[in-house]
C-alpha cells in the first residue's frame, strides 16, 4: 500500500513554496485536503485533492529548470505587487520562481524552477555549491585586497564568511567563486576593505554558466546540464 506523500513536499513539488513556507501555509490554515483543514505532518495519496488559499494544485509533470539572465533593476520576488518582480518580466506561462536570489543591482544568472525540492538541495548552505562573480569595484585591486577577500572576512554580526577563491581580471575586476551566499555577501565584503562595487555579474551556479545568454532573455538547460546538476545534487 502506498504511503503517500508529505504534504509540504507535495506543495513543494507543485511550484507553490518551498517545503518551509509550505509548512507556513498549512499552520496558517490555508491548506486542505479533500475540504479538509490540513496540518502539518499529513500525508498526500493518489486520488487527493489539495487546494492552497482555496485553489486545487497538482503536481507538475514536468520539472522546468530555466537559466535566466537578470538585468539589474528586477527583483527576485514572485509579489504581483512589485512593478520590477521577475516573474511578471519572464511572463513564462507556468508557475515558477527563482532559486536562491540575486538582489536587485546585481545581475547575471538566476536559476528558475517549478521544483521545490531541486531548488532546496541548490540552496542549502551545507550543501556548499559554487557560485561565480565578475565583480568590478570603484578603484584599483590590490594583492592585499585579493588575498584579504580570499581569507574570510567579518561581515554580519561577527560572522566570517568561509575561505574562496578570488582572482584579479582585469584593474578594477575580479573573479571570485563562494560556497555560501550571505545577505549581499561581497558588497558587505568589499566595503570591509573600503571598496565599493559598481557592477556585479553572477556567471555561474555550480555547473550552469551563463555563457553568451543575452540580458533579460531565458533559456532551459541541456540535457546535459541537468543530469549534472542533478548528479551533484544528489537526485539523479
Known sequence: ????????????????????????????????????????GDRVFEDDIVAVNGKRIEKEEEDIILAFNKPRGITCTSNPEDKDNVIDFIGYPKRIYSIGRLDKDSQGLLLMTNNGELANQVMRSRG?????????????????????????????????????????????????????????QIRRMCEYFGYDVVTLKRVRVMNIELGKLKEGRYRNITKQEREELLRQLGME
Open 1 to 40: 500500500m502506498s504511503e503517500g506523500t508529505r504534504l509540504n513536499k507535495y506543495i513543494s513539488e507543485a511550484g507553490v513554496a518551498s517545503r518551509r513556507a509550505a509548512d507556513r501555509l498549512i499552520e496558517e490554515g490555508k491548506v486542505t485536503i479533500n475540504g479538509k483543514r490540513a496540518v502539518v
Open 128 to 184: 556548499e555549491h559554487e557560485k561565480e562573480y565578475i565583480v568590478t569595484v570603484d578603484r584599483p585591486v590590490t594583492k592585499a585586497f585579493i588575498k584579504g577577500m580570499s581569507n574570510g572576512v567579518p561581515i554580519l554580526d561577527g560572522r566570517v564568511t568561509k575561505k574562496c577563491t578570488v582572482e584579479m581580471t582585469g584593474e578594477c575586476e575580479f573573479r571570485i567563486i563562494l560556497k555560501q551566499g550571505l545577505n549581499r
